[in-house]
């Protein structure tokens, strides 16, 4: 019965659809891997220590400078997991073009060994015609 819904489901697919689009997504997922891995990992613009050093101390402005030193290692862990997700995604694409181009020969090669079987059968019936005409 599960065989019958995947097989139902397979059909559905606008195969040739997929097939013409795998390169076309495996490029975009390299392309996007290329431009965050270029970028690289963002720097603060502020030295906030020595800015601070300079400056008359006071609670707020501590309270602040902390929060963007937080901010700013919060942002650098964020274009970390940004350009790791980024390689995971082509990795993903390029497993899916190598994929569907297995399939697609798959599929050339099952509809070489049905047309092989369709002759055979009417050879077969041939051949029975034949040997029945013949007796």
Do not use: C, F, Y
């Amino acid at each position: 019965m599960a065989a019958a819904g995947w097989l139902k489901m397979l059909k559905a697919v606008p195969w040739s659809e997929v097939i013409a689009a795998a390169p076309q997504l495996a490029g975009s997922a390299r392309r996007l891997w290329e431009t965050a891995a270029r970028r690289g990992a963002p720097q603060p613009g502020i030295d906030l220590g020595e800015a601070m050093a300079h400056a008359p101390i006071d609670e707020d402005i501590a309270i602040l400078a902390a929060r963007i030193e937080q901010q700013d290692a919060t942002i650098v862990q964020l274009h970390g997991q940004v350009r790791d997700a980024t390689k995971v995604i082509t990795e993903l694409a390029d497993q899916n073009a190598q994929l569907v181009a297995r399939m697609q020969s798959a599929r050339e090669r099952l509809t070489t060994i049905g047309l092989v079987a369709a002759g055979s059968a009417l050879l077969s019936v041939i051949s029975l015609a034949i040997v029945l005409t013949r007796t």
